[in-house]
């Protein structure tokens, strides 16, 4: 069965740096492209980025761009979200999943907050 385990949130000042990681099972993960998610308190959830199979491909959400990095490790079965420069509206918990599935794992929070 598939699983997705984020990990790596938590709670940091502004400005400050985190990565998080997703150990994914249960499916072909080097053969499936990923997105991380995230759901603000009161809101819906949304894209944060998308990366191909290769890791050639990206897609970043504006809000993002040019703060935030993702990639993924095959070999690892891991994808990974590099976030620099938090601000406070980056609070959310972030979830990764894959195109090839519908289930979600139980996600890692991140708060941004001095």
């Known amino acids: 069965q598939v699983q997705l385990v984020e990990s790596g949130g938590g709670l940091v000042h502004p400005g400050r740096s985190l990565t998080l990681s997703c150990v994914a099972s249960?499916?072909?993960?080097?053969?499936?492209?990923m997105i991380w998610y995230r759901q603000a308190p009161g809101k819906e959830r949304e894209v944060v980025a998308s990366?191909?199979?290769?890791?050639?491909?990206?897609y970043y959400a504006d809000s993002v761009k040019g703060r935030f990095t993702i990639s993924r490790d095959n070999a690892k079965n891991t994808l990974y979200l590099q976030m620099n420069s938090l601000k406070p509206e980056d609070t959310a918990v972030y979830y990764c999943?894959?195109?090839?599935?519908?289930?979600w794992g139980q996600g890692t929070q991140v708060t941004v907050s001095s």
């Open positions: 999943k894959s195109v090839m599935s519908s289930y």
């Open positions: 249960g499916f072909s993960f080097s053969y499936s492209a």
């Open positions: 990366i191909g199979v290769s890791g050639g491909t990206t």
